[in-house]
């Protein structure tokens, strides 16, 4: 009888706890604003969608942010929230829980430095820098799983601006061009596989234009003149 009613005793206080606990979730502070322990599933599951603590309407601390594989909640993002601001260290993982990309979030805007890793390896893929309002700002560069770079790019508002570059496997460069707010303008040089010249001209608004030059084995072979419409002027 006493083993009984100890039983009985155990469960109960078991069963209250669970519900002290839930009951310590999902709540709202005197003015109505989440606080302390949240957490959601997605709709019509029970699979976690995220988690996370509130302080008065304000997310501080780790949130923890899930998709659904094969029905399954896996961690897909993880964002360490700022107590002063509505800045947010965070960082994208694979369904295999693999680093993805990381970098800062100013509320749903991605700025300043952002890095993004091969799939295969955790060798860095792309580095990219963002201005206040989300856009790309700065160098872009991306590299080959070699490690050799691939490619730099020069954003300026969102806008390529500036010299750009692309490189072969090997690091030889392969073509440059200069841009001007998103468009070609400029010089263009392209180079073979050991890196000799073998075209060079220049573009306006996207168009050729002017005389463009090509070249074999470092020799001058032809050369080729461009209207203002970027039409080839047969000569």
Same mark, same amino acid.
Do not use: P
């Given at each position: 009888?006493?083993?009984? *009613? ?44 995220? #988690?996370?603590?509130? #302080? ?37 993982? =694979? ?8 970098? =800062? ?45 691939? +490619? ?14 692309? *490189? ?9 061009? +200069? ?29 050729? =234009? ?26």
């Amino acid at each position: 009888m006493k083993l009984r *009613y100890s039983i009985f005793i155990i469960t109960l206080t078991g069963f209250h706890l669970i519900l002290l606990s839930q009951d310590n979730v999902n709540q709202l502070d005197k003015s109505g604003h989440r606080h302390g322990y949240w957490t959601k599933n997605f709709e019509g599951t029970q699979q976690m969608r995220y #988690e996370g603590n509130f #302080e008065n309407g304000k997310e501080i601390g780790v949130f923890k942010y899930y998709k659904l594989d094969g029905k399954k909640s896996v961690l897909s993002a993880t964002k360490l929230f700022n107590a002063n601001n509505n800045l947010a260290e965070v960082k994208f993982f =694979t369904s295999k829980g693999k680093l993805v990309s990381e970098g =800062t979030m100013n509320g749903k805007l991605f700025i300043g430095k952002w890095t993004y890793y091969h799939k295969n390896n955790d060798d860095v893929l792309k580095t990219e820098h963002y201005n206040d309002l989300g856009e790309l700002h700065g160098e872009s560069i991306t590299y080959f799983e070699n490690g050799i770079m691939a +490619e730099k790019l020069q954003y300026q508002n969102g806008k390529l601006n500036g010299l750009c570059e692309w *490189y072969t496997k090997n690091g030889n460069l392969f073509k440059s061009s +200069e841009f001007r707010n998103d468009e070609l303008q400029g010089l263009t040089k392209t180079y073979d596989e050991k890196g000799e010249l073998i075209i060079e001209g220049a573009y306006q608004s996207d168009l050729r =234009t002017g005389i463009w030059k090509y070249y074999e084995n470092g020799q001058l072979t032809e050369e080729r003149l461009y209207d203002e419409n970027g039409r080839w002027v047969k000569q």
